[in-house]
Structure formats: structure tokens, C-alpha cells
T-cell receptor
Framework: DAKTTQPPSMDCAEGRAANLPCNHSTISGNEYVYWYRQIHSQGPQYIIHGLKNNETNEMASLIITEDRKSSTLILPHATLRDTAVYYC?????????????FGSGTQLTVLP | GAVVSQHPSRVICKSGTSVKIECRSL??????MFWYRQFPKQSLMLMAT?????????EQGVEKDKFLINHASLTLSTLTVTSAHPEDSSFYICSAIDRVETQYFGPGTRLLVL
């Protein structure tokens, strides 16, 4: 699976949009971009995933660049409960390589 | 999203005893489940892949005789830590893949071996 690079930490004001970047310059054509988050002492929570088109759900939006070498997760109105470690993971969705490989992620702190 | 449960949420045991952790997919069937381990201030590390009806596949460095995995049904996988020692104290997390191959995680089990 392609390796990802994320900033180690970010702050965001409550109520503002949180934009979390991720670089995945070695991504392959059949690899998806997944985002998970882990709130302290809990299991990771699935947020969103995409292949090449932008995606949006009730939690967040995922913007993938046209060359697919980077992406941005957007939390439109961050709350204190969004404070967590956010993981960007690139993985083949179908096939034998199905496990998720976690990097160090980005610690997002939402400030009041 | 899909729900995965784990039991117990935390356990304290004496050194040398065995501990069983259950992982259940509550609203979907999962032919594949994964077991991860997370030490303080570190990221999740994959321990093994659990496939329903077949033997688990362990990652390099993970002792299969120490961490016994059983995936007897499409909704249940168990991890048994045998002869636990203090260095096995960790946060154990399972995950399950749904029919569209999205992976959902359980809430984790915190194991403390005294």
C-alpha cells in the first residue's frame, strides 16, 4: 500500500472548518484513500473514503486532487468532540491486501 | 455505519493466566476480521487476520501460540492471550469488513497484566 504523509498536529477553532491534508504521491490506480479518526482510548472510527471523485457524507468531505497525489479531509464545522487523531490511509479496496496500515496520523485539537 | 462490539472493555489479570477477548459484528456478517494492538502513544499495529472457518494469518513477530484466534462464525472472532505477562498489557482492537469492504472497528479492550 502507498505510504501517506500527514502533519503531526493541527489546531482549529470551534465552529470553523478543519482542513486536514494528506500526501500520497505513490498511490496506485486501484488504491482508495480512507480516513479514520481515533478519539482517545477508543477504537478508530470510519469517516469517509474515495477513489478519485470528491466525496461528502454527514461527517465530512473528502477532496482528492486530480493527480490523486494528495487529499484533504474537511470537517465543515468543527466541535470540541472532533478532537482526535486523524489517519489518512491508502489501500486497495478489493483483493488480498485488505488490512489497514496505520501511520502516525494528525492530532487535531479543536479549541474553544 | 456498521457496528462492531468487543467484550470485555477492560480486564485486569494476573501474570500467567489466559484472557479471552470477543469481537462481534452486530449488524453485518464478516468473513474477515482483524486484530490490532496499540501501545501508549503509538499507532495501531496489525497482529493477525482472522478468516471465518480457516486459520488466522499472523503478522511477523506475533506468536500464534500465544495469541490464539478463533473465527467460528460470520459474526464472532475471539482472541485469547495465553499465559499473559505484563509486557502483553496493551489496548487490543478488532475490526471487521462489511460487504462493500469498508472496515469498522470495535471500541477496544484494555488489558492490564499484573
Amino acid at each position: 500500500d502507498a505510504k501517506t504523509t500527514q502533519p503531526p498536529s493541527m489546531d482549529c477553532a470551534e465552529g470553523r472548518a478543519a482542513n486536514l491534508p494528506c500526501n500520497h504521491s505513490t498511490i496506485s490506480g486501484n488504491e482508495y484513500v480512507y480516513w479514520y479518526r481515533q478519539i482517545h482510548s477508543q477504537g478508530p472510527q470510519y469517516i469517509i473514503h474515495g477513489l478519485k471523485n470528491n466525496e461528502t457524507n454527514e461527517m465530512a468531505s473528502l477532496i482528492i486532487t486530480e493527480d490523486r497525489k494528495s487529499s484533504t479531509l474537511i470537517l465543515p464545522h468543527a466541535t470540541l468532540r472532533d478532537t482526535a487523531v486523524y489517519y489518512c490511509i491508502v489501500r486497495v479496496a478489493y483483493g488480498s491486501a485488505r488490512q489497514l496500515t496505520f501511520g502516525s496520523g494528525t492530532q487535531l485539537t479543536v479549541l474553544p | 455505519g456498521a457496528v462492531v462490539s468487543q467484550h470485555p472493555s477492560r480486564v485486569i489479570c494476573k501474570s500467567g493466566t489466559s484472557v479471552k477477548i470477543e469481537c462481534r459484528s452486530l449488524d453485518f456478517q464478516a468473513t474477515t476480521m482483524f486484530w490490532y494492538r496499540q501501545f501508549p502513544k503509538q499507532s495501531l499495529m496489525l497482529m493477525a487476520t482472522s478468516n471465518e472457518g480457516s486459520k488466522a494469518t499472523y503478522e511477523q513477530g506475533v506468536e500464534k501460540d500465544k495469541f490464539l484466534i478463533n473465527h467460528a462464525s460470520l459474526t464472532l472472532s475471539t482472541l485469547t492471550v495465553t499465559s499473559a505477562h505484563p509486557e502483553d498489557s496493551s489496548f487490543y482492537i478488532c475490526s471487521a469488513i462489511d460487504r462493500v469492504e469498508t472496515q469498522y472497528f470495535g471500541p477496544g479492550t484494555r488489558l492490564l497484566v499484573l
